[in-house]
């Protein structure tokens, strides 16, 4: 302790190191070097051969604390959110706020693993929803097409005054007619397998889209 009782006087170096026990948990001997090497003192110059001999035993089974510094709130609330309970498939699809009409047509079959019938029911709904909004009676992929057209819209999705309006106004025509296309008619003819959890919140994540942007659009007074 001599290198260090040339730094400060006595009662405030048990002080400290009585303090770095305290906020680090590391026996006295492992807080002496601590507080040495953050006085730049060589350990070997403030421990005695018995000492240092206990010190190098602990390491073997301890890790040092390298550093003196304070837990952040950050580091804190990491550490925390890990030793949480992980976030299921169920509990996401409650955090991503889907659209309630998406949800009705949706979650108890997302809920009791039918996925399949999950994303079926979801593009079934987008359908539905057009129909209601346009008054139109078509249905898939054409019925699409008249609705969301660029040159006679029964819907617009924004004020269609721009090209780069018109442009979005043609690319959802077509994503919603290729959902149908795509998405709805396999589900519905076909006994397509969905086994993914998450890759069905991403295609109810779409429709959730779809029919949020459809419910902000404006149907074209006749």
Aim: glycine share 4%; charged share 30%.
């Amino acid at each position: 302790m001599h290198e260090l009782r040339q730094r400060m006087k006595s009662p405030t170096i048990y002080g400290r190191i009585h303090k770095i026990q305290k906020e680090s948990l590391v026996t006295k001997e492992e807080a002496a070097n601590l507080l040495a090497a953050d006085l730049g003192i060589p350990v070997y110059k403030i421990l005695s051969t018995s000492e240092l001999s206990r010190l190098r035993e602990l390491q073997k089974t301890r890790k040092v604390t390298p550093s003196l510094r304070k837990e952040t709130k950050e580091e804190t609330s990491i550490k925390t959110r890990s030793k949480e309970t992980p976030i299921t498939p169920n509990k996401l699809y409650d955090l991503l706020r889907f659209h309630p009409r998406i949800v009705e047509a949706s979650k108890s079959q997302f809920k009791s693993g039918n996925y399949s019938d999950a994303i079926f029911n979801a593009f079934r709904c987008i359908e539905i929803l057009v129909k209601q909004k346009s008054g139109l009676k078509g249905r898939g992929a054409d019925l699409m097409h008249n609705v969301f057209s660029e040159k006679s819209p029964i819907i617009k999705l924004n004020k269609m005054q721009e090209d780069y309006d018109i442009d979005e106004q043609t690319g959802f025509r077509f994503i919603y007619a290729g959902v149908m296309m795509g998405i709805r008619n396999p589900k519905a003819h076909a006994e397509v397998q969905q086994k993914d959890p998450y890759r069905t919140l991403e295609y109810i994540s779409l429709a959730s889209l779809l029919a949020k942007r459809l419910e902000e659009g404006e149907k074209v007074d006749e």
